[in-house]
C-alpha cells in the first residue's frame, strides 16, 4: 500500500456541505481534495424537498412533542415509523431527542440554527454566482397548510417566531384558493412564511456548486475513506483506492456517516440517519406558485424543474434497511387527497438520509484533542439551508479567522464531554 501526500486539506464527503466547504478552502487558495465515492451530491443533498428556510429556526423536537409519538408510530399514514428491529439501536438516539425537546434546549438551539439559515440566500449566491442563482433560486416565500380543528402553532413555534422577528402571515380558505387552484376546500388554516424559498432543482443546484468547486481549483477523488487516524503531526486516510492519503487537515462532512469515521478514534456521536423519502410526478397538471409544507399531513410540495416532487417521512431504520415504497404511496395518497384533479405520468420514487442529531444543530468545527480534525456534519432537515453558511463557519475556524457568532452550541464537546 503506498502514501500519497494528496492536499493540505482532505474532506471527506461530496454532498452539498462537503463541496461548500471545498469551495470555501479553494477560493482561500488552499489546496484541497473532497473524497466520496458515489458521484457528488447524490445523497441527500440530491433528494431533498428544496425548500430554502431562511425564516425557519425551529428545532425538530418542540415541547409536548412527546406526547403526540405514540399516535404518530401507530397511525400507517404517520409522520414517524421505528422498523421493530432497528427500535433497540434506535432507542439512545430517540430518548436523548426527547430529552433535547426542553423549553431551554429549544431555544439554544433555535439561535443556533436562525444564524445559519437566515443569510442562506446570499451565502447559495455567493458559492454559485448570480447568473446561476437567478436560474435556480426564488424567494417566494412558503406556505404552511393545517386540515381540520386545532391550533395552526404550537406556543413554543410563536415564541420563537417572535424571538427571531420573523413575520408570518395568516391566509384565509379564500386566499388559499386563489393561490393554489384546484386544491381541496378542506384547507382550514395557512400561514405564510414571506422570508423562505426554494430551489427548482437541489440536484443541479449542487451540480453547479460543483462546478464553481472545480473552476476554484478543487479536486475530487472517488474513493471511500474506511478509516482516519493522525500520524507524524498530519492525519492519514485509508481508501477505497488502496493508497494511504495523508493531509495536513481533515474535515468529516460525510452526511449520516459521519459518525462510523469519529468512532475508532474514541468520538461517539449520537447521529442518527432520519430516512425520508421523495416521490417525483413528472408532466403534473398542477404547478405550485409557491412551495407548501402541509403541517398537518407531514410532507412538502414543491414545483421543480422536472415535476412535482412530494416528500416528507421520518422513518428509524439506520443505513442499511431497504426503502419501503409503502412511505412513497402514502405520500401520492396525499397529495391527491390535496389536489384532488392532480394528474402527472409514472411517478418516479427515492429514498435518502438525514443526518441528524437529538438537538437539530449541526456539529460543526475543531474536534478537541485532535489537531487538524474538524467536523461540518449533523443538518438533519434543514442542511441545503444551513449548509453554505456551516461550510463558511467550518473554514474560517479552519483558517483561524476572526468569527463573529459564538460557536459554542455547534462543538461536538456538547456530546463528548
Ligand atoms: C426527503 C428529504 C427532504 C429534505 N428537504 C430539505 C429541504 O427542503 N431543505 C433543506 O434545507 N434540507 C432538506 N433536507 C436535508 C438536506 O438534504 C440534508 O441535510 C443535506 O443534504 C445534508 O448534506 P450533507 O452534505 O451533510 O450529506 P449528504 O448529501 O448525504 O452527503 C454526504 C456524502 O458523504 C459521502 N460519504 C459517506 N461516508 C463516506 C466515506 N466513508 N468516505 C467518503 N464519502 C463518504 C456520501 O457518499 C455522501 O455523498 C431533506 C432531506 C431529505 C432526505
Redesign the pocket.
Known sequence: MTSTETADTIV?????????IGTNLARRGVRVAI???????????????????ADTAMPVALPGMYRKVPSWLLDPEGPLRVRPNYLPSALPFLLRWLHSSRAAQVRLSSDAMRKL?EP?FDEWKALVGPKVYDSLIRRTGQVYLWEGEGASSTPMEDELRARHGINVEKLTPGDIQEIYPGITRDISRAMLIPGNG?TTN?GRL?GELLQAYLDAGGQVLH????RVWSSDGGWRLM??SGQTRLSNRVVV??????H??LKPLGIDVPLES?????VVLPNPSVELSM?ILHKSGFF?I?SMEMGIRL???VEISGLEATPDPVRCEVLVRKAKRLFPELRHDAPRM???????VPDTV?VIGPVPGQPGLFT????????????PASAKLVVQQMLGDEIAIDTEPYSISRFTH
Open positions: 471527506v464527503g461530496a454532498g452539498v456541505v462537503g463541496l461548500a473524497l466520496d465515492e458515489l458521484p457528488p451530491a447524490s445523497g441527500a443533498s440530491y433528494g431533498n424537498s428544496g425548500f430554502l428556510v439559515h442562506t426554494h437541489p449542487c474513493e471511500r475513506v474506511q481508501t477505497t462532512a460525510a452526511g449520516a456517516w459521519s462510523r469515521l432520519e430516512r425520508g423519502y421523495h412551495p412538502g414543491n416528500a416528507g417521512t427515492w429514498m435518502g438520509h438525514r443526518p441528524s449541526p461540518c456534519f449533523g443538518h438533519g432537515h434543514c442542511g441545503l439551508t444551513a449548509g
